[in-house]
């Protein structure tokens, strides 16, 4: 398992998808906030107009010089997504859990299910 300390090493290391093609540099660690476990992480994305793209970490392997996420390239690209100095709305969480097929149930009392460590 990847604890909240070691994943946060390695911002701004290479992002690798599940075949081994960078997807872009690691910047922020999305934990959930039920289990308080890394949960997602958000990738720069583009040369010229960056974004941050958010990619799951369920399995991620770490190297080292990489993080190795179990999705594909193609999902990452179609993935939601932030501006580099934006947020990740409330409303907008679900969708992030969608896009990758993955469960999604708000926090105790609807409470916000990912917050940024």
């Known amino acids: 398992m ?4 070691n994943i946060r090493e390695w911002s701004g290391q290479s992002v690798q ?5 960078k997807v872009g540099k690691l910047e922020s660690v999305y934990v959930d906030t039920t289990t308080d476990e890394p949960s997602f992480a958000t990738v720069t994305v583009g040369l ?3 974004k941050l793209i958010f990619v799951p ?3 991620a392997v770490v190297g080292p010089d990489y993080v190795r996420i179990t999705v594909t390239k193609d ?3 179609t993935a939601p997504a932030i501006e580099v100095d934006g947020e990740l709305l409330a ?3 679900p ?3 969608a896009h ?3 469960a999604y149930a708000a926090g105790p009392g609807g409470a916000r299910r990912l917050a940024r460590r």
């Not at 990847?2 to 300390?5: A, L, M, S, W, Y």
């Not at 998808?17 to 093609?21: K, L, N, T, W, Y």
């Open 95 to 97: 969708a992030v859990f």
């Open 100 to 102: 990758y097929g993955l």
């Open 57 to 59: 970490l369920t399995d």
């Open 75 to 77: 999902a990452v690209r």
């Open 2 to 5: 990847i604890t909240v300390g």
């Open 91 to 93: 409303t907008d969480e």
């Open 48 to 50: 010229i107009n960056h």
């Open 17 to 21: 998808s599940a075949d081994g093609d």
